[in-house]
T-cell receptor, first 116, second 114 residues
Framework: AQTVTQSQPEMSVQEAETVTLSCTYDTSESNYYLFWYKQPPSRQMILVIRQEAYKQQNATENRFSVNFQKAAKSFSLKISDSQLGDTAMYFCAFMTSQGGSEKLVFGKGTKLTVNP | GAGVSQSPSNKVTEKGKDVELRCDPISGHTALYWYRQSLGQGLEFLIYFQGNSAPDKSGLPSDRFSAERTGGSVSTLTIQRTQQEDSAVYLC????????????FGPGTRLTVL
């Protein structure tokens, strides 16, 4: 079974600074998908970024980028120029493309606080 | 366009009662997923639908839980004889097609069983 580990339950960063959230996963699959979702206090899970395992290039979305290390099974999220609105729970998630079950497997989450 | 909607936003019920939670996916999305988010267990998959059929029900915790989807659109998650351990946020997500397409989430229903 696939597992996702987020080793940082809580983190804080000053506004305008850069922060990196860690995520590791365990799988025997060769092709899969990785996601970072953001969940603010409103509870709405919002997709931040998506990475296909077969792509070597790291995904980026504006201030958000990932460092995908397939051999190490690591998928960290870097937030540049942190903003107060980035305060939220961040979940790393894994999805296999095999087996006919395209469910997301989530990590326990990292609570990020951006301080003014 | 409109996102995934869920109702009710909050539900408080007494132990032993039945509850129904509703999910309206994004228009045109064929796949629909239910997840449960609780303090102790984190986010866990419950069931997913492709059209009106449910190929994977492996995450339903007991036979008190059931779900259906009609017309390839709205889905209802039913919990019978609720227990206190059912208290959680129930999240629904939809994706355009089944498979590895990105899932978009609704705001969830917070269920509290007294």
């Amino acid at each position: 079974a696939q597992t996702v580990t987020q080793s940082q339950p809580e983190m804080s960063v000053q506004e305008a600074e850069t922060v990196t959230l860690s995520c590791t996963y365990d799988t025997s699959e060769s092709n899969y998908y990785l996601f970072w979702y953001k969940q603010p206090p409103s509870r709405q899970m919002i997709l931040v970024i998506r990475q296909e395992a077969y792509k070597q290039q790291n995904a980026t979305e504006n201030r958000f980028s990932v460092n995908f290390q397939k051999a190490a099974k690591s998928f960290s999220l870097k937030i540049s120029d942190s903003q107060l609105g980035d305060t939220a729970m961040y979940f790393c998630a894994f999805m296999t493309s095999q087996g006919g079950s395209e469910k997301l497997v989530f990590g326990k989450g990292t609570k990020l606080t951006v301080n003014p | 366009g409109a996102g995934v909607s869920q109702s009710p936003s909050n539900k408080v019920t007494e132990k032993g009662k039945d509850v129904e939670l509703r999910c309206d996916p994004i228009s045109g999305h064929t796949a629909l997923y239910w997840y449960r988010q609780s303090l102790g267990q984190g986010l866990e998959f419950l069931i997913y639908f492709q059209g009106n059929s449910a190929p994977d029900k492996s995450g339903l915790p007991s036979d008190r839980f059931s779900a259906e989807r009609t017309g390839g659109s709205v889905s209802t998650l039913t919990i019978q004889r609720t227990q206190q351990e059912d208290s959680a946020v129930y999240l629904c997500a939809s994706s355009l097609v089944w498979g590895t397409d990105t899932q978009y989430f609704g705001p969830g229903t917070r269920l509290t069983v007294l």
